[in-house]
């Protein structure tokens, strides 16, 4: 399955996605991937489904659009809206439908 379809991330949950910012990069966990219900409507993606990510750096980065790249993933530009904040993280969530 491709990098851009709920089993092509699935295959990578728990793992770790460089993810440019300027000049550096700082790292996100794949924590969850959960499919939504499938749709009917005609030019929708068939089966939408979100992404959560955490990342143990303290600043939060804006909603916008990232380039995620991980080993055997490849690389791919995600949007990412800041959703919490945990003790050991920010928490980010991508909604692909």
Same mark, same amino acid.
Not at 18 to 46: D, F, H, N
């Given at each position: 399955?491709?990098?851009?379809?709920?089993? *092509?991330?699935?295959?990578?949950?728990?793992?770790?996605?460089?993810?440019? &910012?300027?000049?550096? @990069?700082?790292?996100? @966990?794949?924590?969850?991937? @959960?499919? !939504?219900?499938?749709?009917?409507?005609? *030019?929708?993606?068939?089966?939408?489904?979100?992404?959560?990510?955490?990342?143990?750096?303290?600043?939060?980065?804006?909603?916008?659009?990232?380039?995620?790249?991980?080993?055997?993933?490849?690389?791919?530009? &995600?949007? &990412?809206?800041?959703? !919490?904040?945990?003790?050991? *993280?920010? &928490?980010?969530?991508?909604?692909?439908?």
């Amino acid at each position: 399955m491709g990098a851009g379809t709920y089993e *092509g991330f699935a295959g990578h949950l728990h793992g770790t996605f460089s993810v440019a &910012i300027g000049q550096g @990069t700082v790292e996100m @966990t794949l924590v969850q991937a @959960t499919k !939504g219900k499938p749709r009917e409507w005609e *030019g929708l993606r068939k089966e939408p489904f979100a992404l959560i990510f955490k990342c143990a750096n303290a600043v939060v980065l804006p909603q916008r659009t990232y380039p995620f790249e991980r080993q055997g993933f490849g690389k791919m530009d &995600i949007f &990412i809206v800041p959703v !919490g904040r945990e003790r050991d *993280g920010v &928490i980010y969530q991508a909604v692909f439908n």
